[in-house]
Every structure is written in C-alpha cells, then in structure tokens.
C-alpha cells in the first residue's frame, strides 16, 4: 500500500504557496534605528522576502500538512509527476521576488546573489616582467 499525499493535488499546493506570499507580505519586518544627532530611536519596515524554507515552514505549522515539502519538489520516484509544472512555477515565483528585492535594494543584494546562483565573474589578466641582475661577489679575506 503506498503513502498518501497529505497535499492532495497541485492546486491545493499552490493555494497553500498564496496563502504563505499573502501573510508574509502583509508582516514586514521591523528594524530597529536610531537617527539624527540625539540618535532618537526609530523603527523603519523592510519587506519580508519569499524562501523556500518559509514556505516549507508554512506549510509544517498547518496541522494535518506535511513537515516538508522535498518529496513534492524532487518528484520522488516520480509519485509527484503531476505536481511538478507548480513547484517550478513557486520556484520561480521565490526566485523573482528575490531577485527583484535584491535589485531594488529592498534585500542584501549580496545574499540574494549567493541564494540564486547568481555571479559577477570578472576576469582579470596581468602580464608581469621582471628583469633582475643580481651579482654575486665576495670580500677580500686579505684585509
């Protein structure tokens, strides 16, 4: 008898990924500054991004939902076939919100690089000469 899916079809995961974007946008996070030359404490809202280990932590915290979503994402010994056109579509979802956060300043631009495989390789060549006449010589003992 094999397992049974928790999640019971593809729409219902990504009814599950709205729900996560909708309450993770909706609860910036606060952080807290201090400006001006009295250095008057202020707390300014930056914007929650969308990750994957948000989402799987959602969905963990539903009763009766599963602990992880790597099954449904990995396709497991291809139980999940119909589930796989909406975990790439979430995928990408993340990956834009992230990249675009990360372009916009709204996230570390750095961090999202890394996250998203994202590199800036520069290649820098540097041809080096160099000429050097060493002579060897030895003091008169004789002295």
Same mark, same amino acid.
């Given at each position: 008898? /094999?397992?049974?899916?928790?999640?019971?079809?593809?729409?219902?995961?990504?009814?599950?990924?709205?729900?996560?974007?909708?309450?993770?946008? /909706?609860?910036?996070?606060?952080?807290?500054?201090?400006?001006? @030359?009295?250095?008057?404490?202020? @707390?300014?809202?930056?914007?929650?991004?969308? $990750?994957?280990?948000?989402?799987?932590?959602?969905?963990?915290?539903?009763? /009766?939902?599963?602990?992880?979503?790597?099954?449904?994402?990995?396709?497991?010994?291809?139980?999940?076939?119909?589930?796989?056109?909406?975990?790439?579509?979430?995928?990408?979802?993340?990956?834009?919100?992230?990249?675009?956060?990360?372009?916009?300043?709204?996230?570390?631009?750095?961090? $999202?690089?890394?996250?998203?495989?994202?590199?800036?390789?520069?290649?820098?060549?540097?041809?080096? @000469?160099?000429?050097?006449?060493?002579?060897?010589?030895?003091?008169?003992?004789?002295?």
């Amino acid at each position: 008898m /094999g397992l049974h899916k928790l999640i019971k079809n593809p729409e219902q995961l990504y009814d599950l990924f709205k729900e996560y974007k909708e309450s993770i946008k /909706g609860k910036p996070i606060l952080i807290k500054d201090w400006v001006g @030359k009295d250095a008057e404490q202020v @707390k300014r809202e930056k914007e929650r991004p969308l $990750t994957m280990e948000g989402f799987e932590n959602y969905v963990a915290d539903i009763p /009766g939902m599963p602990d992880g979503l790597d099954q449904y994402f990995s396709n497991r010994e291809e139980r999940y076939s119909d589930f796989v056109a909406i975990c790439s579509r979430i995928r990408r979802a993340i990956r834009q919100d992230q990249i675009e956060g990360g372009m916009a300043g709204i996230y570390n631009p750095s961090i $999202t690089q890394r996250l998203n495989s994202l590199v800036d390789k520069q290649e820098i060549k540097q041809d080096v @000469k160099v000429n050097q006449v060493f002579e060897i010589g030895y003091e008169d003992e004789a002295d």
